[in-house]
Nanobody, 128 residues
Framework: QVRLVESGGGLVQAGESLRLSCAAS????????VAWFRQAPGKEREFVAV??????????ADSVVGRFVIAIAKENGKNVVILQMDSLKPEDTATYYC???????????????????WGQGTQVTVSS
């Protein structure tokens, strides 16, 4: 079992930055796949970014390429998965979720249903 806890959301103005963190407890193996999704009110949950817990093979949604970075960082002595979000836009407003999947064949990283574990979400609001 893996428990994920997100933090770092908030209210910012367009053009500003936020850094989200996702801390994991439990059996978070290095081969696992970690991702960020987001969901705006009335919309489906959508893929944002993904990578392996080793920090390689990062991939992004077209809407965030060049603005968001998914990476592993050290916080309070523990490795966390971060989503650095720069040049934020009002359309980035959503609840952001951290997700993790056990490695498997034919994995589809942009499909939310592929993931085994989810955090509770953190709200990001970008004002114009």
């Amino acid at each position: 079992q893996v428990r994920l806890v997100e933090s770092g959301g908030g209210l910012v103005q367009a053009g500003e930055s936020l850094r989200l963190s996702c801390a994991a407890s439990g059996r978070a193996f290095s081969a696992n796949i970690v991702a960020w999704f987001r969901q705006a009110p009335g919309k489906e949950r959508e893929f944002v970014a993904v990578m392996r817990r080793t920090g390689d093979s990062a991939s992004y949604a077209d809407s965030v390429v060049g603005r968001f970075v998914i990476a592993i960082a050290k916080e309070n002595g523990k490795n966390v998965v971060i989503l650095q979000m720069d040049s934020l836009k009002p359309e980035d407003t959503a609840t952001y979720y951290c997700a993790e999947a056990l490695p498997r064949s034919n994995f589809r990283p942009k499909m939310a249903r592929e993931y085994d574990y989810w955090g509770q979400g953190t709200q990001v609001t970008v004002s114009s």
